[in-house]
């Protein structure tokens, strides 16, 4: 397992995706629909499989999201230094800051967001079955 970049994943309400990625980038976030996210192969499949696993591990709570737009939220220049390429290298932990930055921009659009505190780490170097990440 390669390097990883941190983003929350998120299922957000589809008329509201536009409005919460235009919020995050006011805290230097990046906000990538699974569906369309540069570094997925086939994005209609993950979509549906990430969407489901959400709404079913939450048994009812969030039933209302079972058609949303599952999304990633990652952390952009003022969070990490980047390689000669575009590629993430993290020179330690993420800042508490930045979570705090994060949660309370997600807080800020209460119903028509769905997501756990909680950080996955998404492949950064390109490999034969993901393409790698290049936030610039």
């Known amino acids: 397992m390669g390097p990883r970049h941190l983003v929350a994943t998120v299922l957000v309400e589809p008329g509201t995706v536009e409005d919460l990625e235009l919020r995050v980038m006011t805290d230097d976030l990046w906000l990538w629909p699974v569906r ?45 230094e980047f390689g000669p390429d575009g590629d993430v290298r993290p020179s330690g932990p993420l800042p508490w800051a930045a979570h705090q930055r994060l949660w309370g921009a997600l807080d800020e659009f209460g119903p028509f967001v769905r997501y756990r505190r909680r950080l996955t780490g998404i492949p950064t170097v390109p490999t034969a079955q993901w393409p790698g990440l290049h936030l610039r």
């Open 36 to 80: 369309s996210a540069p570094v997925v192969v086939d994005g209609a499949r993950l979509e549906f499989q990430l969407r489901r696993r959400l709404v079913e591990e939450r048994r009812g709570q969030w039933d209302d999201a079972a058609d949303w737009t599952p999304a990633w939220i990652g952390f952009g220049d003022a969070w990490h």
